[in-house]
Antibody, heavy 119, light 106 residues
Framework: QEQLVESGGGVVQPGQSLTLSCTTS????????VHWVRQAPGKGLEWVAV????????HYAESVKGRFTISRDESKRTVFLRMDRLNTDDAAVYYC?????????????WGQGTTVTVS | TVMTQFPATLSVSPGERATLSCRAS??????LAWYQQKPGQAPRLLMY???NRATGIPARFSGSGFGTDFTLIISSLQTEDVAVYYC??????????FGGGTKVEI
């Protein structure tokens, strides 16, 4: 079945960098974009970034623009989120999610998340 | 576009109907999705296009609305439906935006 698995979370100090990975399986990777969504402790969902299926376009939330970079590696079926200049507001569980068929901005399959702590 | 959900918490007896509301700060046509997040789990897509159930979602879940006001109804609440429910607009992007969530409890 369609599956996404996040990895790379951890504890970093403010100002440091971290790269998250989202490894996928069970669907034709080159046909679907992937989103990143985060959830701070005890809070709601916040959309972070998305990359299109062919990697030609990406979009970012204003809160991370210029600091975070999304990319993808077709050979590894993996999407990355590089996070630079991290601050305490970036602490959250980060989920990757697959773009739904027919709706680029709807997310139909989610990973279990990876936790980023900035302290 | 700011999404507002109410109530923040909804207490419903098993077998009873649960009605969740979501309001957009500007018109979003039917570009609205609903997600369910059970404790300790990732979100799951419930509805898209305001009224279309996602794959595998039970028929007791239904969605409606157009423009600025939307509703998610659970016709007969089951214990496994205890969760936080989020609406998300995708009419104006980026960014897409989520509501603050409604917690459904027994």
């Amino acid at each position: 079945q369609e599956q996404l698995v996040e990895s790379g979370g951890g504890v970093v100090q403010p100002g440091q960098s971290l790269t998250l990975s989202c490894t996928t399986s069970g669907f034709v990777f080159r046909r679907f974009g992937v989103h990143w969504v985060r959830q701070a402790p005890g809070k709601g969902l916040e959309w972070v970034a998305v990359m299109s299926s062919d990697g030609s376009s990406s979009h970012y939330a204003e809160s991370v623009k210029g600091r975070f970079t999304i990319s993808r590696d077709e050979s590894k079926r993996t999407v990355f989120l590089r996070m630079d200049r991290l601050n305490t507001d970036d602490a959250a569980v980060y989920y990757c999610a697959k773009v739904a068929r027919g709706d680029f901005w709807v997310m139909d399959v989610w990973g279990q998340g990876t936790t980023v702590t900035v302290s | 576009t700011v999404m507002t959900q109410f109530p923040a918490t909804l207490s419903v007896s098993p077998g009873e109907r649960a009605t969740l509301s979501c309001r957009a700060s500007q018109r979003i046509d039917n570009n609205l999705a609903w997600y369910q997040q059970k404790p300790g789990q990732a979100p799951r897509l419930l509805m898209y296009g305001a009224s279309n159930r996602a794959t595998g979602i039970p028929a007791r879940f239904s969605g409606s609305g157009f423009g600025t006001d939307f509703t998610l109804i659970i016709s007969s609440l089951q214990t496994e439906d205890v969760a936080v429910y989020y609406c998300q607009q995708y009419h104006t992007w980026p960014p897409i935006t989520f509501g603050g969530g409604t917690k459904v409890e027994i």
